[in-house]
């Protein structure tokens, strides 16, 4: 366990493992290192150096008295920056909206990956009517297991097997823990604006992760974050929706080795 000082002050804590060129994880909402990657970080340290961040307000990370994603972007950076050479930066769901920011802030990045970045799209719903205030009555209920799954089936849309094979998982008591954050990152990612005009001179070689029956509104955000983007690509996960880094590993793995090292 290393940690980090962000720019607020806040302790941001990172797993490093392997060897090899440095990669980058953040993990996405709900979620805690290094458990968030264990089906593909055995695969991840054969040709990287990982560096698993917690994100702030869990695993070993401190938090700050108040919230905004502008200090999730200064951790993020703070990581990358503390690294002497060029880093891969993976981020997931929340985390890859949070990468995305990071990504105009450092120069010292190799290639980037994002995994279904919600962003608020015209005309479109991001959070149905109500629901973040039934995750905060499930949260003050002391219901945290509720506000996941009432996450993930009412706004990232993951079918019941899957959510029964989180639950399953040795990662879910540390999603639990973390569920007061959930809240926050919510409002956040409902009040973000994307520009992508701000992207226009942003040549980072960039891979957008999805899956391939995720849902509509997912498939919209990452199609623009595609246009805005002056050097990037789509790779699509057959029969996968949110969560491919549990439910098919393998294949999660190939695009990501594929796109950092070359075919193998």
């Known amino acids: 366990m ?24 953040v993990h996405g909402s709900a979620s805690a290192n290094p458990i968030a990657w264990t089906a593909v970080l055995p695969t ?35 990581v990358v920056d503390s690294i ?3 880093v891969n930066l993976l981020g997931h769901s929340f985390g890859a909206l949070c ?16 995994y279904e970045p919600a962003i608020p799209l015209p005309d479109v719903v991001l959070y149905p009517e109500g629901v973040i205030d039934r995750l905060q009555a499930l949260l003050d209920s002391g219901d945290r297991e509720g506000v996941l799954t009432t996450l993930y089936r009412e706004v990232v ?9 989180l639950k399953a998982s040795p990662a879910w008591p540390a999603r ?4 007061h954050t959930v809240l926050r990152e919510a409002q956040a990612e409902e009040q973000y604006t994307f ?32 246009r805005a983007l002056p050097d990037s690509q ?31």
């Open 157 to 165: 849309m993951i079918p019941p097997h899957e959510i029964e094979q």
């Open 84 to 86: 002497g050479q060029p």
């Open 234 to 264: 789509i790779a699509i996960m057959p029969r996968q929706q949110h969560t491919a880094m549990y439910t098919a590993p393998d294949l999660f793995l190939n695009e990501v080795l594929t796109f950092l090292i070359g075919p193998g």
């Open 195 to 226: 520009d992508a005009w701000r992207f226009k001179d942003f040549h980072t070689p960039t891979l957008l992760l999805l899956g391939g029956d995720s849902p509509q509104i997912l498939k919209a955000a990452t199609e623009i974050i595609d």
């Open 2 to 25: 290393e940690k980090v000082i962000s720019h607020d002050g806040t302790p941001i804590a990172y797993h490093r493992r392997g060897s090899g060129p440095p990669l980058v994880l």
């Open 99 to 114: 990468v995305l920011e990071a990504a105009l802030l450092t120069w010292n990045l190799r290639k980037l990956i994002l």
């Open 176 to 179: 639990v823990a973390s569920a």
């Open 44 to 78: 991840l340290e054969e040709h990287f150096t990982v560096y698993a961040m917690d994100r702030r307000g869990r695993g070993e990370s401190g938090d700050g008295p108040t919230y905004a994603i502008e200090r999730e972007v200064e951790d993020i950076v703070a």
